[in-house]
T-cell receptor, first 112, second 112 residues
Framework: GDSVTQMEGPVTLSEEAFLTINCTYTATGYPSLFWYVQYPGEGLQLLLKATKADDKGSNKGFEATYRKETTSFHLEKGSVQVSDSAVYFCALGLGTGNQFYFGTGTSLTVIP | NAGVTQTPKFRVLKTGQSMTLLCAQDMNHEYMYWYRQDPGMGLRLIHYSVGEGTTAKGEVPDGYNVSRLKKQNFLLGLESAAPSQTSVYFC???????????FGNGTRLTVT
């Protein structure tokens, strides 16, 4: 079935370190892929998205490339900040009303 | 901009009690969703709606009911609360079926 698997956390990094959070997916159709971020006490917010193979989504220094050959959508940032501390969710959408699938989330803590 | 608003923010129920969670969106979105978030399990879809007057079951619908009498509101009801329903509940909406989700800030429900 359709699903998303993402890297388990928690992840702890020092400020200015490089970040990668792995995400792979299984889908029967042609999904759109998303990264959402959840700050403490808040709902999820869209961080970036990609709608087709080889698309690169980017926002706030974060990037992810839709790789169909490896069924992956890894999140990267070159230099993390303390303010990036949050839980990150990878998700896929299959274009019908109920078909969004979320990973289990990866908690990131950035220390000064 | 209000976006997606959930009420209440917190609630404690005793086993067997009932309650209704309210979700309101002011973005004229057609699609609305109720998710629950539990540690290590990501987000799981409870029920969803593809338009006013319509509802459908998601992945974990048992013990919940929903109604979408007005386009902007999506209500989630628990008729007889159980401890297994202790969770954080998120409402979300989207313009069309594969557009990004907009989330509320959640309702933390504890059932004792």
């Amino acid at each position: 079935g359709d699903s998303v698997t993402q890297m388990e956390g928690p992840v702890t990094l020092s400020e200015e370190a490089f970040l990668t959070i792995n995400c792979t997916y299984t889908a029967t159709g042609y999904p759109s892929l998303f990264w959402y971020v959840q700050y403490p006490g808040e709902g999820l917010q869209l961080l970036l998205k990609a709608t087709k193979a080889d698309d690169k989504g980017s926002n706030k220094g974060f990037e992810a490339t839709y790789r169909k050959e490896t069924t992956s959508f890894h999140l990267e940032k070159g230099s993390v900040q303390v303010s990036d501390s949050a839980v990150y969710f990878c998700a896929l959408g299959l274009g019908t009303g109920n078909q969004f699938y979320f990973g289990t989330g990866t908690s990131l803590t950035v220390i000064p | 901009n209000a976006g997606v608003t959930q009420t209440p923010k917190f609630r404690v129920l005793k086993t067997g009690q009932s309650m209704t969670l309210l979700c309101a969106q002011d973005m004229n979105h057609e699609y609305m969703y109720w998710y629950r978030q539990d540690p290590g399990m990501g987000l799981r879809l409870i029920h969803y709606s593809v338009g006013e007057g319509t509802t459908a079951k998601g992945e974990v619908p048992d013990g919940y009911n929903v109604s979408r009498l007005k386009k902007q509101n999506f209500l989630l009801g628990l008729e007889s609360a159980a401890p297994s329903q202790t969770s954080v509940y998120f409402c979300a909406s989207s313009y069309v079926s594969d557009s990004p989700l907009h989330f509320g800030n959640g309702t933390r429900l504890t059932v004792t």
